[in-house]
């Protein structure tokens, strides 16, 4: 069982720049894949962001390749997620996951992932 609580959000104008954090509990954070999502009003939930295990391959959609980093902390129990260059459409409450099996690649699906926060607002303005 993993526990996942984000923080770090808020507003930001465009082109700026801002680091959402996902804390995790349980001892087996460590093998489990992580990932951020992220869901604007009347809109699906979408993938942004994906870290491997290990922290050695990540993967990310092309409408975000280049501006955002995901990275972890095994130590820390902690995955974040880096945002720079802010676009308005950027705007959606963002969730960080955890996969449903342990190790394994980066996933992009929501189904794939089994242990959700309760997301933190990230707003742009232009």
């Known amino acids: 069982q993993v526990q996942l609580v984000e923080s770090g959000g808020g507003l930001v104008q465009a082109g700026g720049s801002l680091r959402v954090s996902c804390a995790a509990s349980?001892?087996?954070?460590?093998?489990?894949?992580m990932g951020w999502f992220r869901q604007a009003p009347g809109k699906e939930r979408e993938f942004v962001a994906a870290?491997?295990?290990?922290?050695?391959?990540?993967n990310y959609p092309d409408s975000v390749k280049g501006r955002f980093t995901i990275s972890r902390d095994n130590a820390k129990n902690t995955v974040y997620l880096q945002m720079n260059s802010l676009k308005p459409e950027d705007t959606a409450v963002y969730y960080c996951a955890a996969a449903r099996v342990p190790f394994g690649a980066p996933r992009t699906r929501v189904s794939e992932y089994a242990y959700w926060g309760q997301g933190t607002q990230v707003t742009v303005s232009s």
């Open positions: 349980g001892r087996t954070f460590s093998t489990y894949v």
């Open positions: 870290i491997s295990w290990s922290g050695s391959t990540t």
